[in-house]
């Protein structure tokens, strides 16, 4: 794709091949890193679960929560290694960087859990699985 302030790559904009690189990255993301394949895995289960129950704001919810903590999670696993590919040894501006990108995720995970918690805990009292 052509870099509009460049002037370098190849000249043309086509919208699907955006896409496929968004779900080569994701599919990347998924089959390699196991911090945002058990994610994904979960919020599944609890969106499915809200789905069923047509908790529709439940529904947003989860995918708010779920599309905030992947996409830190992806960040945090391309800022590390963007590092790691740039200095290989020991480094402790490069260890600050990463703890920095890891402390997003932790924010964003402790509103996931929150949010799965909470959620969960309602639909087992709506199912009655007290």
Known sequence: MRHKFLGTGE???H????????????RYAVLYDFSVTYKLVLSMI???????????VDVLLILIVTAMVLTAELFNSAIEAVCDFMETRQNEKIKIIKD????GVGISLFAWIV?????SASMWRALGLR
């Open 11 to 13: 000249p043309g904009y």
């Open 115 to 119: 949010v799965l918690g909470v959620e």
């Open 100 to 103: 920095i990108a890891a402390a």
């Open 46 to 56: 609890v969106l499915t679960s809200a789905v069923a129950l047509r908790a529709w």
């Open 15 to 26: 919208p699907l091949r955006k896409l496929l690189v968004v779900f080569s990255g994701l």
